[in-house]
């Protein structure tokens, strides 16, 4: 199969004159289908679907797809297509997770989560759709449409007399180009009457070792406005402890892997408590993600540990769970 592939590419590759212009096609897509009973319209379907999925290569390069994958590609493809009418329809919602002291007494945060019931597909998973509105282009509008949600939140529980603990949000590194970002953001803000100081924002350690000049550009332009920053899934990543502070910010969250294996290997450990001491000296506060049992809560006491987050306390929760919760907590 792949070999006849290869002899169809060699022919396709050729190229296609139209009004005495030359074209260079460099990416197809075929989809073959045993069944007699498959239309031609479902078969373009399919083509398009692998267009919309598989990424731009240079030279010859041939991906044969299993039934699973081609079923993984038109459901990435109807998750990529539905994305600006959920947007529209106001299907998104969001949950909220509470951040706690690492004695596990005091909520000391929110971090706020997008969640999508799509008709007809059921829950979608924010690992599909997120990277999904990163290539189509649906990042930007999706990330305002969280924060306007945020402001809108945060003005019912004042208004309910609420006490409202600092609201994380996630920041696409995809947005880490954007210009004027944090003037909309600021923007948004005012026009809600919320503070900056309500608001703390989450960058991955992998999207800073992408694109770290943008990433201190925005991160500099967001705390000097007064929104605090987070380096969000330390660990996962490869970066240096220098290469993060050559960037400004406010808190650290540790990955969950990392804290697992500093359960059981030495060097992790001895490297997050050298951290925790070295974090204490700089005034940057250290979150553990994924605590989940009392022994990994002390744990992450031990290595230095500021707050915690997990579902030892809290799972993530929509808005009416939440306002429970910070009805339910003292002042």
Known sequence: M?????????????????????????LY???????????????????QCLLHTEERTHGCNIRVLGNSELLSAIENCSVTNRLPQALYHNRFTLHYQAQYTAEGNEIVGLEALMRWDEPGMGPISPAKFIPAAEKNGMIAPMTIWLIEQICRDIKTWADAGLTIPKIWFNLSAALLGEPFLTR?????????????????????????ISDAKNAALVLSQMISAGIEVAIDDYGAGFT?????????F?????????????LTCLDSYTLLKSLGEVMQTRNISLVYEGIETESQRQHAEQLGANYIQGFLFARPEPRDKI???LASTPA
Request: proline share 4%; aromatic share 8%; glycine share 4%.
């Open 2 to 26: 792949t070999a006849w592939l290869h002899g169809l590419y060699l022919k396709l590759r050729a190229p296609l004159i139209l009004d005495n212009d030359f074209f260079y096609p460099t």
């Open 29 to 47: 897509a075929l989809a073959v289908e045993t069944s007699l009973e498959c239309s031609a319209d479902r078969l373009l379907g399919y083509s």
């Open 184 to 208: 909309q953001v600021l923007n948004i803000l005012k026009r809600h009457d919320v503070s900056p100081d309500s608001l703390g924002m989450e960058l991955t350690e992998t999207s800073l």
């Open 240 to 248: 240096s402890i220098n290469s993060m502070f050559a960037l400004p």
């Open 250 to 262: 406010n808190q650290l969250k540790i990955d969950r892997c990392f804290m697992l294996r500093s």
């Open 323 to 325: 306002s429970a919760l």
